[in-house]
Nanobody
Framework: QVQLVESGGGLVQAGGSLRLSCAASGRTFSSYAMGWFRQAPGKEREFVATTTWNGYTYYADSVKGRFTISRDNAKNTVYLQMNSLKPEDTAVYYC?????????????????WGQGTQVTVSS
């Protein structure tokens, strides 16, 4: 069984930064792509960023140039560095493990999810 635990969320002013972390259990972390999604109140969960098993990355257009996803396979941890935050980035952010090792942007491509961490950006 894989467990994902997010941390690092909080309240920040517009233009500020936050770094989210996601710690994963299990010895096969490095074999899978990992992703971040977010869900704002009243909206569907949406893709934010993903990293393949060997570090290739892909981003949603809405966060490109502001967010950076990275992973440390030795620590079984994936990160999301969020800079130049905007009020529209306010959401619950979820970490997820893909079923494969390549780029994955769709919810159904992920089989394990964390509990989520709240990010609130004030204007």
């Amino acid at each position: 069984q894989v467990q994902l635990v997010e941390s690092g969320g909080g309240l920040v002013q517009a233009g500020g930064s936050l770094r989210l972390s996601c710690a994963a259990s299990g010895r096969t972390f490095s074999s899978y792509a990992m992703g971040w999604f977010r869900q704002a109140p009243g909206k569907e969960r949406e893709f934010v960023a993903t990293t393949t098993w060997n570090g290739y990355t892909y981003y949603a257009d809405s966060v490109k140039g502001r967010f950076t996803i990275s992973r440390d396979n030795a620590k079984n941890t994936v990160y999301l560095q969020m800079n130049s935050l905007k009020p529209e980035d306010t959401a619950v952010y979820y970490c997820a493990r893909s079923q494969g090792h390549t780029i994955a942007t769709r919810i159904y491509e992920y089989d394990y999810w964390g509990q989520g961490t709240q990010v609130t950006v004030s204007s």
